[in-house]
C-alpha cells in the first residue's frame, strides 16, 4: 500500500563553483503538507507500462500573466521527469488542451479525462511570493468509483521565475517517492569533461590530436539542462567522480602539468590534493567510497613503470597500494561497491583487460565475467556491474549481473559506446558515444531502451552521475 509522506525537508544547494557561477537553483521549501489518501496498491515494474498510474496534467493555473512562461516549464519538465522512470504513463499535453480548466478538484471535468486513458489529473497554482515561486500541486482521482479524492498534495516555495525546474525536479521525485516507492533522480547531476568552450591549453605539451584545446569539468542535470563550467583552468582535467552526498567532487587535472588528484567541496574554497603528486608519478581516476572518507585512485608512484590501484583517506592520509603483487601489469578505473565493502576495476594482468574486484583492503580477489576486451566498470545499487566492452565489432556498453554473473549488452552497436557511469537508482546508465559524430553524452535504461542525447556540442568525455541527493 501506498503510505503517507510526513516528512518536511530542505534541500540546500552548494553556493558556489570553483572559478565559476554559484548554482542558481537555491533552496526547495516544502512549505506545507496536507494528508495523504492512501492509493490502490501498484506494483513497481519496470518493463510493464501497462501497470502503470495514467495521469494528465491539466494547465497551471496562476496568479499573474507575468508567470505563465515559469508555470509552463515546471509542467513540461515535470511530464518529461515522471515519463523517464516509466512508472507513471503521462497523457499527451496536446491531446488534453482541449479539456477546460478546473479551478479546483470538484470541478474536473472526469469524464473528459477518462475519455483520453486518464486515471489521475495533476493541477496546481504558481504563485509570487516576494519574488520566489510558490507551486501548489494536487493529485486528483479522476477514476468513477474515487473521483475527487487526492492521491499527492503538497507546496513547494524556493525557486524563482528564472529557476523553475528544480521546482519540477523535486515534485517529480517526491511522487515517485510517494506514489511508487521509488528514489528519483530527477533531482541529481551528471559531472563530465568537454572541450566545448574552446579554450587553449596550458602547462603542458599538447597532443596533436588535443588540437591544443583545454578540458573543463561540467555538470549538468540529469536530462542534459543547464550544463556549466565547474573548472575554469585552461589546462585538462578529466574522470570527475561525486562524493556520496553530491556536494564533493574529485577529478584529475593536468593544471600543474602532471595530472593528479583534486577534491572539493563545491563550497567556493580552493580544491585539495590528497594523493600528492608531483611530476615523477601520475595520479588518475579518482573515485570516493560511498562514505566518503577514502578516494580510490590509479597510480604509477610504486615505481614499477606500471598503474596500481591506491587508496588514500580524503585528507591525504593512509596511503595504501592495493595491488602491488602484480608488478608486470596494470590496474585501473576502480569503482566501489555500493556498501564500500568491495572495488571493482580493470587489469590486464592475463592479457587484455578484464574487470575484477577486490575487498576494499585488497584482499579477496575476483574476476568478473565480461568479455574480450572490458574497461570502465560502475558498481550499481542493482547488483550490476556496467562496463565497456571492446570487442572486433566495436565497442558497447554492457552489464554482469553479480547475482548469476552473466555478461548483457544493452546498447545497440551504433557508434563508439563507453565509459559508462549508473544513476543512484542503478535504473540508467549515462555514457559516451560517437554515433551522433563527436563524442556525445547519452542515457539509456538498464534493460536496453530509451537511449536520450544529454549533450550536443564539443567533445564530451568521462560521465559520472551524482548520488541521489544532487548536491542540491
Not at 46 to 71: C, M, T, W, Y
Not at 148 to 169: D, I, L, N, Q
Not at 359 to 381: E, F
Amino acid at each position: 500500500m501506498f503510505r503517507p509522506f510526513a516528512l518536511i525537508v530542505v534541500v540546500a544547494a552548494a553556493s558556489a563553483l570553483v572559478a565559476a557561477a554559484p548554482d542558481e537553483a537555491s533552496t526547495i521549501v516544502y512549505a506545507r503538507q496536507t494528508p495523504q489518501t492512501p492509493q490502490t496498491e501498484i506494483s513497481v515494474i519496470l518493463s510493464n507500462p501497462g501497470s502503470h498510474p495514467k495521469i494528465g496534467i491539466q494547465e497551471f493555473a496562476v496568479s499573474s500573466p507575468a508567470l505563465r512562461q515559469a508555470a509552463d516549464t515546471v509542467a513540461s519538465v515535470l511530464a518529461d521527469d515522471l515519463k523517464f522512470e516509466r512508472e507513471f504513463y503521462v497523457i499527451d499535453q496536446k491531446a488534453s488542451a482541449g479539456i477546460p480548466k478546473a479551478a479546483t478538484g470538484a470541478t474536473i471535468p472526469f469524464t473528459q479525462w477518462t475519455q483520453l486513458g486518464a486515471e489521475f489529473v495533476l493541477m496546481a497554482n504558481v504563485r509570487d511570493t516576494g519574488g520566489k515561486l510558490e507551486v501548489e500541486v494536487k493529485l486528483i482521482d479522476v477514476r468513477p468509483a474515487t473521483a475527487g479524492k487526492e492521491g499527492f498534495s503538497r507546496t513547494y516555495g524556493g525557486c524563482t521565475a528564472a529557476t523553475p525546474r528544480f521546482c519540477a525536479h523535486s515534485i517529480a521525485d517526491d511522487m515517485h517517492k510517494q506514489l511508487r516507492n521509488l528514489t528519483g533522480v530527477a533531482r541529481t547531476r551528471i559531472a563530465f569533461s568537454s572541450d566545448r568552450d574552446g579554450e587553449p591549453m596550458e602547462g603542458r605539451p599538447v597532443p596533436a590530436e588535443e588540437k591544443g584545446r583545454g578540458k573543463a569539468i561540467y555538470l549538468m542535470d540529469y536530462d542534459g539542462a543547464q550544463a556549466r563550467p565547474y573548472t575554469v583552468n585552461r589546462a585538462i582535467n578529466i574522470g570527475a567522480a561525486w562524493g556520496p552526498d553530491g556536494r564533493s567532487l574529485a577529478w584529475a587535472s593536468f593544471v600543474s602539468g602532471y595530472p593528479d588528484i583534486y577534491l572539493s567541496l563545491l563550497d567556493g574554497r580552493p580544491a585539495t590534493r590528497p594523493a600528492h603528486g608531483t611530476d615523477v608519478f601520475q595520479n588518475q581516476n579518482p573515485a570516493i567510497s560511498p562514505d566518503g572518507t577514502k578516494i580510490a585512485f590509479t597510480s604509477n608512484r610504486a615505481g614499477s613503470g606500471y598503474f596500481d590501484i591506491w587508496v588514500v583517506d580524503r585528507d591525504g592520509s593512509n596511503l595504501q597500494n592495493l595491488t602491488p603483487g602484480t608488478p608486470k601489469s596494470s590496474e585501473g578505473a576502480a569503482t566501489w561497491s555500493p556498501n564500500g565493502a568491495q572495488i571493482a576495476f580493470t587489469s590486464d594482468r592475463v592479457g587484455p583487460p578484464q574487470i575484477y574486484m577486490m575487498n576494499a583492503d585488497g584482499t579477496g580477489l575476483t574476476r568478473v565475467p565480461c568479455g574480450p576486451k572490458c574497461d570502465r566498470p560502475a558498481w550499481s545499487a542493482l547488483g550490476y556491474i556496467a562496463y565497456t566492452l571492446e570487442r572486433p565489432g566495436g565497442k558497447d556498453i554492457a552489464i554482469t549481473d553479480l547475482s548469476k554473473m552473466e555478461p548483457r549488452i544493452i546498447t545497440d552497436g551504433s557508434g563508439a559506446n563507453e565509459q559508462p557511469t549508473v544513476s543512484s537508482n542503478g535504473r540508467h546508465i549515462a555514457f559516451v558515444t560517437s554515433r551522433w559524430g563527436n563524442r556525445q553524452i547519452a542515457s539509456i535504461d538498464y534493460d536496453g531502451q530509451n537511449i536520450r542525447q544529454l549533450t550536443n556540442t564539443g567533445v564530451n568525455t568521462y560521465p559520472n552521475w551524482s548520488p541521489a541527493s544532487g548536491g542540491r
